[in-house]
């Protein structure tokens, strides 16, 4: 009875041991294929690269095949090389493969299978199933596109153009603002123009652009350095700080400043009558700068003009402006005549046209000090005091009368440069 039982033990672990190798040794021979998605990880105008998910065991090999048409009927491109007796002697053992000697800008179709290769001198081969294919491009050519330029702007954004590029279905734009190196890349689809926004007011930017080949899957292919664009303004903000003084009472010759924009090349400036619908005199400088005087007949009078200027960039060498600046109020001061009388100076002055009232000055020395006697609609006035004392006979005193002119909620004033002196009680 025991060796009965002894010979059905022996018979059953040996029927364990020869299942378990014939499941082993069937494993071995079965090769599963590549089922993941490929992913394609790099390319150039002639070249492309892809990857994929490693398959587990021994001698395990990858044919990778490449086509340009999905169906893989014509030509079509592998890895394998073989030996005089067609065996294959070589194919992948990494999960990634390239392919090279491909047209620039193109799109082709790669798969792949696995294979478990027993090696010299049989060269056997068990072969799994191929993949999915997917598709792959390379990058276009390297070569300018044709056309780029700025086309428009505002005060924070710009407009670029070009030629659409044979070979690409798609753009890369990258761009960075003049003074700094953090530069920012935008994807583009199959377009021709783009407007950059939220960009940095006054400032100027320099922008590359390359042709991309994108697959289905998302891949983008392009290369070499792109086509550059050197420092593209935004349109300059508005113009502030501006100011206008003439140079003396009886002068035509009137100095403007303002504050500058520093992308401008110039400036242009106009100049109305008060309440004038058409410009007295328009003018430009030549530069950024931030002063400028123009003499002009047409400035005569004593009257309240009206000043405005706007800062000129250029855009694909076509002058483009910002915004005009506010409107500044400034007229000539009015020439003043001094005589004494028993109740002190007597001040008085021509009207100037559009002002809302006048303001006295009085000081005891020519180039300071001087304090506000009164404000006054009149064109004459007495007055018998400067500061807190009264006026003193053979004494110089120094008078500045200035025209105010109220708009809206502003304030503006003559000029006030030039004084006027007496001796008190001749």
Do not use: H
């Given at each position: ?53 490693a ?29 005089n ?17 491909l ?8 798969r ?27 990058a ?41 190196s ?44 792109g086509?550059e ?7 300059p ?7 206008s003084?003439?140079e ?8 403007i ?17 008060d309440?004038?619908?058409k410009?007295?005199l ?21 009257r309240?003009?009206?000043i ?30 001094l ?5 002190g ?42 500061g ?18 109220k ?20």
């Amino acid at each position: 009875m025991k060796k009965i039982w002894k010979s059905v033990r022996v018979c059953t672990i040996l029927f364990v041991c020869a299942l378990v190798l014939g499941i082993g040794m069937k494993t071995e021979a079965a090769v599963p294929g590549v089922t993941k998605v490929l992913e394609q990880i790099d390319a150039g105008p002639n070249s492309v690269e892809i990857s994929w998910d490693a398959v587990i065991g021994n001698n395990i090999q990858y044919k990778v095949e490449l086509c340009a048409d999905s169906t893989f009927t014509g030509d079509v491109m592998d890895n394998l090389e073989y030996n005089n007796k067609e065996q294959i002697i070589s194919a992948a053992t990494n999960p990634d493969e390239s392919f090279s000697g491909l047209s620039p800008g193109k799109k082709y179709y790669v798969r792949v299978t696995a294979f478990r290769n027993t090696g010299y001198p049989d060269y056997i081969c068990t072969w799994g199933y191929p993949s999915d294919e997917i598709e792959v491009v390379t990058a276009p050519a390297n070569s300018d596109i044709a056309n780029f330029k700025q086309t428009k702007a505002t005060e924070t954004s710009i407009t670029l153009s070009w030629k659409k590029y044979s070979g690409a279905n798609a753009y890369q734009l990258s761009y960075v603002k003049k003074g700094s190196s953090k530069k920012k890349t935008i994807p583009l689809k199959n377009v021709k123009s783009y407007t950059v926004e939220k960009l940095s007011k006054n400032a100027e930017y320099e922008f590359w652009l390359w042709p991309v080949k994108e697959s289905s899957s998302g891949f983008r292919a392009y290369n070499g350095n792109g086509s550059e664009l050197y420092w593209c303004p935004v349109l300059p903000s508005k113009v502030t700080g501006v100011a206008s003084t003439f140079e003396d009472p009886s002068s035509n010759v009137l100095n403007i400043k303002w504050n500058t924009r520093p992308t401008a090349v110039s400036y242009q400036y106009q100049i109305y009558l008060d309440g004038g619908k058409k410009a007295l005199l328009t003018g430009k400088t030549t530069k950024n700068v931030s002063k400028t005087k123009i003499n002009s007949d047409k400035l005569k009078g004593l009257r309240f003009l009206k000043i405005r200027l706007r800062a000129c960039v250029k855009v694909n060498e076509s002058s483009k402006y910002g915004a005009w600046s506010d409107w500044f109020y400034f007229s000539r001061q009015p020439k003043v005549k001094l005589a004494s009388t028993k109740n002190g100076m007597k001040v008085s002055w021509d009207k100037v046209n559009g002002a809302s009232n006048y303001s006295v000055y009085i000081s005891q020395n020519r180039s300071s000090g001087y304090k506000k006697v009164q404000s006054t609609t009149k064109t004459s006035t007495i007055v018998n005091k400067c500061g807190k004392s009264a006026l003193k006979s053979g004494k110089t005193y120094y008078f500045i009368v200035a025209a105010n002119k109220k708009v809206g909620k502003k304030n503006f004033q003559s000029t006030r440069n030039y004084c006027f002196w007496r001796i008190y009680g001749k």
